[in-house]
C-alpha cells in the first residue's frame, strides 16, 4: 500500500476486530460539566470568576439558568473516587470543545452543543490561564489519567452536524486550532448547507440539509469540512478519550456516519461509539437504518418512553409499555448494545413527570436489568430534580448537590451495577417474560449458565406471585435489594409476596468462559424458529473439526441474535476458517451459503466478531 491512512500499530490482529466486546457489561454515568462540580481552587476562583465573568455568561449566585455556573474538569476528576464507589466504569462528558462565547436569549452554550474550535477545549472547563489544546492541557490529561486509575473510560460527547447559531450577526463561526476555517455569513468554502430551517421532519431532504434551531448545519459532501472534523476528533481519541457519544445522527447521511465511523476505529481500533438519534422507536424504519448501519449503536429512545409512560401512565398499560419495545429487539442487530436511560439533558428528569422516589428506584432496577448499556444522568443517585415549568430544559440541569454515599438511591444503585459486573447474564443475556401485568413484572435474563431474575410491584398493593417456567436455577436466593428469601421450585415460585413499590432481584452467578483468548460471536440475519439453534462450525478443536455434531452451540439472545463465548488457547496468532450453522430437530442442518469465513485470531485477549447470516436466497 502506497500510503496507509492508518499505519497499524501495537498488536496487528487485535486491531481486525473493531467491535469492543467490554461495552456490553460497562454502566455510563453521564454528567454535564458546568453543573457537576466547581472544583476552581481557592485561590483560582476570585480571578477566575472575573475572567469568567468578562461577557456576563458566568453567573456564581446560579439563579441564572442559562448562564455557566462553574462546574469543571476539575471538579470531575475531585470526585472519580464517588463514582467509582457507585459503580460507574464510563464517564460521558457534556461537549468539551470551545464555545462561542456569546449568550444567545440570554443563553450560554454551557451544555457545549455551539462549538467555535473542535481542536481545543472550552477554557471554562480548565484552570484559569492553562493552555486549552488538546494535547497541551494537564487537566485534560490528568482527568484521562485519573479514569482509567479508577477503571473508567471517558466517554467524549462530539457534533458533527452543525457548529453554532446566529448570535449578534455572527453564526457558524469555526477555528481550526486557533485559526480561521468558516463563517456561515462568509461561506466562500462551502463549509455549509444554506437551506433555512427544517419545517418538515419527514423529509429526508430537509433533515440532512436544512436546520435545526437555528444550528449553522455542515455540508458533509465538501471534503475539507470531512477532513477538519475526523482529524479533530482523533486529536481526542489521541489525548485518551476511549469512546464516542455522537449528537444528532438523524441530521446527517449514512455514507457519512460509516466513513466516519471507520476513520476513528481505524484510529483507535475496539473504539465505542454511540449515538443520538432523537426519539429512535425500533417501529420507526429510519432510526433502525441508522442502528444497524452506521458502525455505531443508538440512544434507547424507544425503551426510556416504555419505561416512562409504564410509571407515569402518560400512555396506557404499565409494564406492557415496556414488554412492547423488547418484543421488537430483534430488529436490531445489537440489542444488547443500545445504551437505555430513562432521562437526560433534553427532557424532564423522571422525578418531575414521576414525583415518587420510590417509582424513580423501581425504575432504576428496570433500567440496570433490562437489555442493553445502562446510562445514568447525573445526580439520579441522590434523588437530583428540580420541577420548574415542568422540570424541562434548563431545570433538568440543576448543580449537583449532594455526594451523600450513604442515600438510599446510592446504595440501590450500587448494589445493582456491582450486579452487572458480577453477572453476565446482564450484559449479554436473553429476556424471558415469566409474568407481566399492567403493575406487576416478573422477568430472567440468561447466558449460559447465569441468570438474574427481576419481580417488579409497581402498585401500592401487594402482589400474590404465581408464575411457572422461570428460567431460574432451583434453589433459594436472597433478594439484593430486600434481602428476602425466595425460593424456585421446578421453574415455579407460587404464592410469594412481593410488597407494593417494591423491587426484588435475585442472581445466579454461573462461570464465565476463561481462556487466553476468549471471542465473543454474534451472528445475525437468520430469523430461528422454534425448534432451530445456531452453532459454530470450523476447522480447530473448539469448533469441531467440521462435524456438525460437534460444532458450537450458540446462545439465544432474541430471534435475530445469537451469541457464543468461545475460548481459544493458541501458541501464537492462528487462521481461524468457520461459518455458521443452523441445527434443527429433524437432524437437517441448514448451513451458511459461502466460502469459508477466515480470520486471524491474537493470541490472547478478548475480542468480538460480529457476523451477517449468508444464504442463497
Ligand atoms: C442533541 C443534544 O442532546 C441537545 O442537548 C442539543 O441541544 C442538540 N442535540 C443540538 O446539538
Given at each position: 500500500m502506497a500510503n496507509p491512512s492508518a499505519p497499524v500499530s501495537g498488536d496487528l490482529t487485535k486491531s481486525l476486530f473493531d467491535s469492543p466486546v467490554d461495552f456490553r457489561?460497562?454502566?455510563?454515568?453521564?454528567?454535564?460539566?458546568?453543573?457537576?462540580?466547581?472544583?476552581?481552587d481557592a485561590l483560582g476562583d476570585e480571578e477566575g470568576s472575573e475572567q469568567l465573568d468578562q461577557k456576563g455568561l458566568f453567573d456564581e449566585t446560579r439563579q441564572d439558568w442559562g448562564k455557566y455556573w462553574g462546574g469543571n474538569l476539575q471538579g470531575v476528576i475531585n470526585k472519580i473516587d464517588y463514582l467509582k464507589s457507585l459503580?460507574?466504569?464510563?464517564?460521558?462528558?457534556?461537549?468539551?470543545?470551545?464555545?462561542?462565547?456569546d449568550l444567545q436569549f440570554s443563553r450560554a452554550p454551557m451544555h457545549g452543543y455551539w462549538t467555535r474550535?473542535?481542536?481545543?477545549?472550552?477554557?471554562?472547563?480548565?484552570?484559569?490561564?492553562e493552555s486549552n489544546s488538546i494535547d497541551q492541557s494537564p487537566t485534560l490529561k490528568l482527568l484521562v489519567e485519573t479514569c482509567h486509575s479508577a477503571g473508567i473510560k471517558v466517554v467524549l460527547d462530539i457534533v458533527c452536524n452543525h457548529s453554532s447559531p446566529e448570535i449578534n450577526g455572527c453564526k457558524g463561526v469555526v477555528l481550526d486550532d486557533g485559526r480561521p476555517?468558516?463563517?456561515?455569513?462568509?461561506?466562500?468554502?462551502?463549509?455549509?448547507?444554506?437551506?433555512?430551517?427544517?419545517?418538515?421532519?419527514?423529509?429526508?431532504?430537509q433533515l440532512i440539509h436544512q436546520e435545526m434551531m437555528g444550528l449553522a448545519t455542515f455540508n458533509e459532501k465538501n471534503i475539507n469540512y470531512r477532513n477538519y472534523i475526523k482529524a479533530a476528533i482523533q486529536m481526542w481519541l489521541d489525548a485518551g478519550i476511549d469512546a464516542l457519544r455522537v449528537d444528532t445522527l438523524k441530521h446527517m447521511p449514512i455514507w457519512f456516519w460509516q466513513e466516519f465511523t471507520t476513520a476513528m476505529k481505524a484510529h483507535k481500533p475496539g473504539l465505542f461509539m454511540f449515538g443520538e438519534y432523537g426519539f429512535s422507536k425500533p417501529w420507526e424504519q429510519r432510526s433502525v437504518e441508522y442502528a444497524n448501519n452506521i458502525g455505531m449503536s443508538i440512544l434507547d429512545f424507544g425503551l426510556c418512553d416504555g419505561i416512562r409512560f409504564c410509571f407515569s401512565g402518560q400512555e396506557p398499560g404499565g409494564f406492557h409499555q415496556v414488554e412492547r419495545i423488547l418484543g421488537h429487539d430483534c430488529v436490531y442487530h445489537r440489542a444488547n448494545e443500545l445504551v437505555t436511560f430513562i432521562d437526560n439533558h433534553d427532557m424532564p428528569r423522571f422525578l418531575s413527570i414521576v414525583p415518587d422516589s420510590r417509582k424513580l428506584d423501581l425504575a432504576l432496577v428496570l433500567l440496570s436489568t433490562l437489555r442493553g448499556v445502562p446510562c445514568l444522568f447525573y445526580g439520579t443517585e441522590?434523588?437530583?430534580?428540580d420541577s420548574t415549568n415542568g422540570g424541562q430544559d434548563p431545570y433538568n440541569r440543576p448543580m449537583m448537590?449532594?455526594?451523600?454515599?450513604?442515600?438510599?438511591?446510592?446504595?440501590?444503585?450500587?448494589?445493582l451495577l456491582n450486579l452487572r459486573q458480577n453477572n453476565q447474564a446482564l450484559a449479554l443475556g436473553s429476556h424471558h417474560t415469566a409474568w407481566v401485568n399492567e403493575d406487576f413484572y416478573l422477568y430472567?435474563?440468561?447466558f449460559r449458565d447465569s441468570a438474574v431474575m427481576v419481580m417488579v410491584n409497581k402498585s401500592d398493593h401487594d402482589h400474590i406471585v404465581d408464575a411457572e417456567n422461570i428460567r431460574m436455577p432451583d434453589g433459594t436466593y436472597q433478594c439484593l435489594i430486600t434481602g428476602y428469601p425466595v425460593t424456585i421450585e421446578r421453574g415455579r415460585l407460587f404464592g410469594y409476596t412481593v410488597h407494593g413499590n417494591t423491587a426484588m432481584v435475585i442472581s445466579s452467578e454461573g462461570s464465565p468462559v476463561k481462556a487466553p483468548l476468549v471471542v465473543v460471536f454474534q451472528i445475525n440475519g437468520f430469523f430461528t424458529q422454534p425448534g432451530q439453534s445456531l452453532a459454530i462450525t470450523g476447522d480447530c478443536d473448539e469448533l469441531g473439526h467440521w462435524d456438525h455434531a460437534k460444532a458450537y452451540r450458540m446462545e439465544y439472545v432474541n430471534n435475530n441474535t445469537w451469541v457464543a463465548t468461545i475460548g481459544f488457547q493458541c501458541d501464537q496468532a492462528s487462521l481461524l476458517n468457520y461459518k455458521f450453522v443452523v441445527l434443527q430437530a429433524n437432524g437437517d442442518p441448514i448451513v451458511e451459503y459461502l466460502?469459508?469465513?477466515?480470520?486471524?485470531?491474537?493470541?490472547s485477549g478478548r475480542i468480538a466478531i460480529d457476523c451477517f447470516w449468508n444464504s442463497n436466497n
Open positions: 457489561s460497562e454502566a455510563i454515568y453521564f454528567l454535564i460539566v458546568d453543573r457537576f462540580n466547581d472544583g476552581h459503580g460507574v466504569t464510563a464517564l460521558w462528558l457534556s461537549p468539551l470543545f470551545e464555545q462561542v462565547s474550535d473542535f481542536k481545543r477545549i472550552n477554557p471554562r472547563f480548565l484552570k484559569v490561564g476555517l468558516a463563517d456561515f455569513n462568509d461561506d466562500g468554502k462551502d463549509f455549509y448547507y444554506h437551506e433555512g430551517e427544517i419545517t418538515d421532519w419527514e423529509d429526508e431532504f441522590q434523588y437530583l430534580n448537590d449532594s455526594w451523600d454515599t450513604n442515600s438510599h438511591p446510592f446504595v440501590l444503585v450500587q448494589k430472567t435474563r440468561n466460502i469459508n469465513r477466515r480470520t486471524l485470531l491474537p493470541q
